[in-house]
């Protein structure tokens, strides 16, 4: 069970309103979850990341959140701006330094002004 | 350092022709990932090399597709011949050691195959 499924497929959120995109996986072996922001025309680029042994993590106005016993992560942006419009990947990987990542479809986030 | 380059950044070819996209990873990285992005099935891994030895190649779609990395400083991906199918833009990424530190990308081949 390589997959990673992302939830919503696009999102619409207001200036300075708070965006919610979740992933959840079935691997229990995965052990690193990142979250890569991708604006057009440019490859994917990492925002943020966390471990299983850690139930959420910041940084900024990024926060992760983390449900081991539901296999379930999420990505909090909040006071979200319009340049924070892109296409967020939420991440797992498997088989720890030898692995490689297994990313979920994407997010379009759009954020009005 | 100026990150991962690839090149071409834009292919368009006609079916049947050989592509050969090209890519530097960061130097330093030992870990090297060449990925497919399509509107319909998202960001697909094709192949992964660490140390230069190809590693899990299960992405790779069919025989047309083959990946080399002759030494740390370069890697190719051939398709031969190629099939509008195969129109996407393809990523490759690099790594300090594996997928568990961050990996950086680049900016991609956007392919076209009429």
């Known amino acids: 069970q390589q997959q990673v499924k992302q939830s919503p497929q696009s999102l619409i959120v207001q200036k300075g309103g708070i965006s919610i995109i979740n992933c959840a996986y079935e691997?229990?072996?995965?052990?690193?979850f990142p979250w890569y922001q991708q604006f057009p025309g440019k490859g994917p680029a990492l925002l943020i990341a966390i471990r299983p042994d850690v139930s959420e993590k910041k940084e900024g106005r990024f926060t992760i959140s983390f449900n081991k016993s539901a296999k379930q992560f999420s990505l909090h942006i909040m006071d979200s701006q319009p340049g924070d419009s892109a296409t967020y990947f939420c991440?797992?990987?498997?088989?720890?330094?030898?692995?490689?990542?297994?990313f979920g479809k994407g997010t379009k986030l759009s954020v009005k002004p | 350092d100026a990150g991962v380059i690839q090149s071409p950044r834009h292919e368009v070819t006609e079916m049947g022709q050989e592509v050969t996209l090209r890519c530097k990873p960061i130097?330093?990285?030992?870990?090297l990932f060449w990925y497919r992005q399509t509107m319909m099935r998202g960001l697909e891994l094709l192949i992964y090399?660490?140390?230069?030895?190809?590693?899990?190649d299960s992405g790779m779609p069919e025989d047309r597709f083959s990946a080399k990395m002759p030494n740390a400083s370069f890697s190719t991906l051939k398709i031969q011949p190629s099939e509008p199918r195969d129109s996407a833009v393809y990523f490759c990424?690099?790594?300090?050691?594996?997928?568990?530190?961050?990996?950086?990308f680049g900016q991609g081949t956007r392919l076209t195959v009429v």
């Open positions: 691997n229990t072996a995965f052990d690193y």
């Open positions: 090399f660490n140390n230069n030895v190809p590693i899990d």
């Open positions: 130097s330093g990285h030992n870990s």
């Open positions: 991440a797992a990987l498997y088989g720890g330094s030898q692995g490689n990542l297994i």
């Open positions: 990424a690099s790594s300090a050691q594996g997928g568990n530190t961050e990996a950086f």
